[in-house]
């Protein structure tokens, strides 16, 4: 498991990342608590929909047979609370210091956007018709691929088991993303739960995240070069 370092240096108040930690779980929260029939049309209305194998043959077609505005309120939607912890505990450990770096509202808008994207590109990989693309994965591989564009030389804790002992290690950021990133490519053929998680969300989520901080990073430093001058 990895484990954010702590840092030495003093940042602002971080909203964003509690903001969204605390509405995926609410969100989880009401959902389970409804008539098993009432969940089940609630997923169905607020998930992506998978529409017919292939991609269509026209973006004409893509856009009348698509329900845009559930590659977003799918974000919210878990399947259960193994489904939903994965993806807090990972939030927390790469969301608090991504906010940190890029701000709030720079974070909020990677993760819903990422978020958005990775379930577009899902939807449009997986060719078996009628299937629900649901949680907040893509969103958080988005905030792992900002993370290590942001923090390329950090490290993190990670918790080795060594038969009866637990050993903590730091190892490069690096390192082990570029591992889990491997890992979502390989599994999105063939591997563990192959069929039942959209590992392709998890690649596209990530690449996104990656190219939104190297957007995001350039776009502060030049305010701060201009700022300077002022």
């Known amino acids: 498991m990895f484990v954010q370092l702590p840092s030495r240096t003093k940042s602002g108040l971080r ?14 929260l009401w959902i389970s608590t409804r008539m098993p029939t009432t969940q089940r049309m609630l997923l169905e209305d607020w998930g992506a929909l998978t529409g017919g194998p292939g991609l269509p043959e026209t973006w004409q077609a893509l856009w009348s047979s698509l329900r845009w505005k559930t590659l977003f309120t799918a974000i919210f939607l878990h399947a259960d609370w193994a489904h939903l912890l994965g993806n807090l505990i990972f939030l927390l450990i790469f969301g608090l210091p991504a906010e940190r770096a890029m701000g709030p509202w720079r974070f909020l808008l990677l993760f819903l956007i990422g978020g958005a994207v990775a379930n577009l590109a899902t939807v449009l990989m997986i060719g078996t018709p009628e299937r629900l693309v649901i949680g907040a994965s893509g969103a ?6 900002a993370y290590l564009a942001l923090f390329p030389r950090a490290k993190l804790g990670v918790v080795v088991p060594l ?8 190892a490069p950021a690096s390192l082990l ?15 563990p739960a192959f069929g039942a998680v959209a590992w392709s969300a998890h690649i596209a989520g990530f690449l996104f995240g990656v190219v939104f901080a ?17």
């Open 15 to 28: 909203w964003a990342t509690p903001l969204v930690f605390a509405t995926l779980w609410c969100a989880f």
């Open 140 to 145: 958080v591989a988005a905030v792992i691929g």
């Open 163 to 170: 038969g009866l002992f637990l050993e903590f290690i730091r």
């Open 177 to 191: 993303i570029g591992v889990w990133a491997i890992l979502q490519v390989v599994f999105a053929y063939i591997g």
């Open 214 to 230: 190297v957007l995001a990073r350039a776009g502060i430093e030049r305010r701060l070069r201009h700022a300077r001058n002022w």
